[in-house]
């Protein structure tokens, strides 16, 4: 079953569909592992989920956000190190976020620091709470997409939201080939695409190989 999915409701599809940001996944693989199939069903989700979503797009800091980040960097800092330790960057985390971030995420940051130094220098720091900006923008607008194409609030896709998704979206698509994705999508078979489900084939669709392949198509 789909999870509940809240946010503003886009009065259409089609006013949102051009504000999703974009990320990388291997072409062809599911998020469990499993692959796209078909040559021809792998192109329509490509093709589908590209014309969805729009470009990945860089968070632009501005001088009042930029100024509370270098803040939280300080007084994560107390012992004016220059350097965010792995507790200090947890604190930041909770204080900008509002979350203490799991050891794979600390693990993850900490592993890319500059190995050179002790911790997280005031510019990896900055670079970092971009990044995040930018993933926590980019599941939100998938979020409007979804909601957009979830017309009765159910928090799960049906075929027939499917059909008429693809008919704003890829109208020269054949119901065949639609049926396809729909089950390619659905990852695990109960008959409903899931946010989770949607959100991996988002991703998919805005991989560069497939985008090109699907341009072609």
């Known amino acids: 079953m789909g999870e509940d999915v809240g946010g503003t409701r886009p009065s259409s599809a089609s ?40 470009r990945p797009r860089r968070w632009e800091a501005s001088q009042s956000e930029h100024k509370k980040w270098v803040e939280v960097f300080k007084a994560c ?16 985390v909770v204080m900008l976020f509002g979350y203490k971030p799991s050891k794979i995420e600390a693990d993850s940051v900490m592993s890319s620091v500059d190995p050179n130094t002790s911790g997280i220098l005031l510019k990896e720091f900055l670079d970092i709470v971009r ?8 599941r939100n607008e998938i979020r409007h997409i979804f ?6 609030y159910r ?33 695990d078979s109960d008959g409903h695409v899931s946010f ?22």
């Open 15 to 54: 006013r949102t569909a051009g504000s999703l940001a974009g990320c990388r996944c291997k072409p062809g693989v599911g998020r469990r592992g499993r692959e796209f199939r078909r040559p021809d069903s792998r192109v329509a989700v490509a093709m589908f989920f590209s014309q969805a979503g729009a």
């Open 77 to 92: 800092d107390e012992e004016n190190k220059g350097y965010l330790s792995r507790e200090d960057f947890k604190v930041a």
């Open 131 to 138: 990044k995040k900006n930018e993933a926590q923008l980019y």
């Open 147 to 152: 909601t957009a194409f979830d017309r009765h």
């Open 155 to 187: 928090g799960y896709l049906t075929l027939e939201d499917f059909k008429k998704a693809f008919k704003q979206v890829a109208p020269k698509l054949s119901e065949r080939i639609i049926l396809e994705v729909f089950r390619e999508v659905d990852q």
């Open 196 to 217: 989770k489900d949607f959100e991996y084939a988002m991703n998919y669709g805005q991989n560069p190989i497939m985008r090109k392949t699907a341009d072609k198509s």
